[in-house]
Nanobody, 121 residues
Framework: VQLQASGGGLVQAGGSLRLACAASGRYTMGWFRHPPGKEREFVGSISWSGRSTYYADSVKGRFTISGDNANNTVFLLMNSLKPEDTAVYYC???????????????????WGQGTLVTVSS
C-alpha cells in the first residue's frame, strides 16, 4: 500500500488549504497531525464508503474530509486555519476489511510520508 500526501505549505491565519492523499487502492482513511513539540493527534477519518466522516473537536466545523473513490484520493479541506494547526499532517489507511474510520493511530496499518502545514499569525 502506498500513500502520497501533498498540498502542505505556508498560509496566514484565517486562510485555507487543501491536502490530498493518493492511495494505491481504496481504503478507510484517516488524517493525523504532529504539531511541533507535541504528540501526534487525530484530525479526522472517512469510512470506506465515503459516507461517514468523523472529526476531532479541535477541527470540527473548520475541516472537511472528502473522497474521490474513482481515483483513490482523499482530501482534507482546512478552513479558518489557526497558528495552532501548524503541524506535519499524515494520511493513514486501515487494512483491507475495515470499513469504519477510527481516531486511534494504532488502528491504521499504512502511513504516508507527511506534509508540513505552517499557519502564520
Amino acid at each position: 500500500v502506498q500513500l502520497q500526501a501533498s498540498g502542505g505549505g505556508l498560509v496566514q491565519a484565517g486562510g485555507s488549504l487543501r491536502l490530498a492523499c493518493a492511495a494505491s487502492g481504496r481504503y478507510t482513511m484517516g488524517w493525523f497531525r504532529h504539531p511541533p513539540g507535541k504528540e501526534r493527534e487525530f484530525v479526522g477519518s472517512i469510512s470506506w464508503s465515503g459516507r461517514s466522516t468523523y472529526y476531532a473537536d479541535s477541527v470540527k466545523g473548520r475541516f472537511t474530509i472528502s473522497g474521490d473513490n474513482a481515483n483513490n484520493t482523499v482530501f482534507l479541506l482546512m478552513n479558518s486555519l489557526k497558528p495552532e494547526d501548524t503541524a506535519v499532517y499524515y494520511c493513514a489507511a486501515r487494512a483491507t476489511g475495515y470499513y469504519s474510520g477510527s481516531a486511534y493511530s494504532s488502528d491504521y496499518a499504512y502511513w504516508g510520508q507527511g506534509t508540513l502545514v505552517t499557519v502564520s499569525s
